[in-house]
């Protein structure tokens, strides 16, 4: 890896401020000074100290952020807010949200820089549930939880996969889904002559939403729900 590169994902500075800071002999590669931007570095293996500071190289970042509603789940945005803003200090360059929740929806959102993991994750061949806690404008009957259950028409001759739905009382259930179609949830309550007035993901596979985060805010994931959350897309575990 470039130390430029290096130097960015550690959050010393962005590009330009980085290429200012090795040129003012701030950095050093296993004790000799590092000037050029493109120099290579091993980051597992090479001491490489900014200030005299050794910096620890820690390839992935894992964070559950309780998504408020108004901020969009992208990386950049010309309009709005954006999930990974909200990570403030901890932003890096390569984070981004694992799948997306709409504007107005809130709850678990996982955030990380690990390509593979959250490839694995969305994948509708792992069967990771998604659970949501659904607000109706009306009461669901036994057939609509049914059919919801069976799998609904959801449009452009898309039928869902089948779903677990826990009604709580007349304007709120729990469904329960392994696909992340666009606007899916809402559309499977149209199926159903229903609609969504809000929308809160509150499990994710393993993991659940942490009630201590209010929106807007988030902690970097546990290594027990690190480990739980990769083997439920581990085939070998
Ligand atoms: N389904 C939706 O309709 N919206 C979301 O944000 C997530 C699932």
Redesign the pocket.
């Known amino acids: 890896m470039r130390i430029d590169k290096f130097l960015c994902e550690m959050n010393i500075g962005s590009r330009s401020e980085v290429k200012q800071i090795l040129k003012a002999g701030l950095v050093k590669v296993n004790d000799h000074l590092v000037k050029q931007a493109d120099f290579k570095v091993e980051p597992l293996v090479d001491l490489i100290t900014f200030k005299g500071q050794k910096l620890e190289y820690i390839p992935f970042y894992y964070y559950m952020l309780n998504k408020p509603a108004g901020v969009v789940s992208a990386t950049t945005d010309n309009t709005a807010e954006t999930v990974v803003a909200l990570l403030g200090a901890d932003k890096r360059e390569d984070l981004f949200p694992v799948g ?3 504007k107005d ?1 809130t709850g678990l959102l996982l955030l990380t820089n690990d390509g593979s993991l959250a490839h694995q994750l969305l994948s509708p061949k792992k069967h990771v549930d ?1 659970t ?1 806690l659904v607000t109706t404008s009306k009461k669901l009957s036994s057939e609509d939880i049914a059919r919801l259950e069976q799998g609904v028409d959801i449009g452009e001759g898309q039928i869902t996969m089948p779903a677990r739905v826990e009604s709580m009382d007349d304007f709120h259930i729990y469904l329960t889904i392994q696909e ?1 179609k666009f ?5 499977m309550l149209q199926a159903v002559n229903n609609k ?1 007035c809000a ?1 809160q ?1 509150v499990s994710f596979g393993p993991l659940s939403l942490d009630e201590s985060l209010l929106p807007g805010e988030y902690r970097s994931l546990t290594d027990e729900e690190l480990t739980k959350l990769r083997s439920t897309v581990c085939t070998k575990c």
């Open positions: 997306r929740l709409d929806t998604k949501y992340g606007h899916q949830v809402k559309r969504v929308l993901r």
